[in-house]
């Protein structure tokens, strides 16, 4: 396993690389000079050539040792991506204030979900062919045919401003469980339909089994059946599915951060599409990117520990 893993990590290399090249040509060369930018519309030629020589923008864009383009990668690397365009603040200093609250959000809707959503999926698909089944198809294509946005609006007027039950939006004297609850329980409920249809579909595969027919015959619970052989044989794409979203948990919800004022990393990826600060823009682009290989190759080591068929020599 040792060989593999080291095999993969030295695949992400030029992944990373090629993440790096898109990024700079994105965001240094198709964007143009953004001195202006920066500076304003009625800036003085003096101000702008200060702005670009802070920013780095005067040295050559790609050749040489001292171009924008070494610089780019030596920034990323060492992940001081500089400071934001907006308001002058060191990037990786609002990437770790906007974490916490985002992991409080994400987090616990994550786990929330999962346990639902594979739950309701094996007791649907124990059930399939009855009323039961029929009515929790039916009320997943709905939710899957509503918009997001949807949910969230009918959150927060009837559950928060009609009712009171939750905070309608984020206040700095509110404590962690008060400002996420109600967006942690519109994100479960937004996000069950699809869940529980993926993973319906995952158990019924497995049911038609010939070891499901024989551990009922032999008289096993249903309840055994579905947790200790069922859901166990199902873990692959299951896995598929959890660990490849868990990168996603660090960048935060955009609209559920947005629409309840959680300063989250969601929330700053808005103000930043806003505010066209390309550079934190940026910055969540390639830190995504990289989490998104790291965890790729953690699913690759997660199915070997779980199904003694597949091996990583």
């Not at 202006?36 to 030629?45: D, E, H, V």
């Not at 519109?186 to 699809?194: D, E, P, Q, R, Y």
Request: glycine share 8%.
């Amino acid at each position: 396993m040792t060989v593999y893993i080291v095999r993969r990590l030295l695949y992400t290399i030029p992944i990373v690389f090629g993440v790096l090249l898109i990024t700079f040509l994105l965001f240094n060369v198709v964007g143009g000079d953004v001195a202006g930018l920066i500076a304003g519309k009625n800036a003085s030629p003096e101000l702008q050539a200060e702005i670009r020589h802070e920013y780095g923008l005067d040295k050559p864009l790609i050749w040489g040792w001292d171009s924008q383009f070494v610089d780019h990668f030596k920034n990323a690397i060492t992940f001081n991506f500089g400071k934001s365009w907006h308001d002058r603040e060191p990037i990786i200093d609002k990437i770790k204030r906007g974490a916490g609250p985002s992991l409080s959000l994400t987090v616990p809707m994550f786990i929330g979900e999962i346990l639902i959503a594979i739950s309701l999926a094996l007791i649907v698909a124990y059930l399939r062919g009855t009323w039961i089944d029929t009515v929790t198809v039916l009320l997943c294509v709905g939710g899957l045919s509503l918009p997001f946005l949807s949910f969230i609006l009918a959150g927060q007027y009837f559950l928060a401003y009609k009712l009171g039950w939750f905070p309608v939006f984020f206040w700095p004297n509110l404590s962690t469980p008060q400002y996420v609850a109600l967006p942690v329980l519109i994100g479960i409920v937004a996000g069950l339909g699809s869940g529980v249809r993926f993973y319906r579909t995952v158990m019924l595969d497995e049911m038609r089994n010939d070891y499901v027919r024989t551990a009922f015959a032999k008289g096993l619970a249903a309840r055994k059946v579905l947790f200790k052989h069922v859901l166990k044989n199902a873990m692959i794409p299951i896995i598929t599915q959890t660990v490849l979203t868990i990168p996603f948990l660090f960048l935060g919800s955009l609209l559920l951060e947005r629409f309840f004022g959680i300063p989250g990393l969601g929330y700053l990826m808005v103000e930043a599409i806003g505010s066209r600060d390309f550079q934190v823009i940026n910055a969540m682009t390639y830190i995504g990117a990289l989490l998104f290989v790291v965890f790729n190759l953690i699913t690759d080591i997660c199915y070997a520990l779980v199904d003694p068929r597949i091996s990583l020599e």
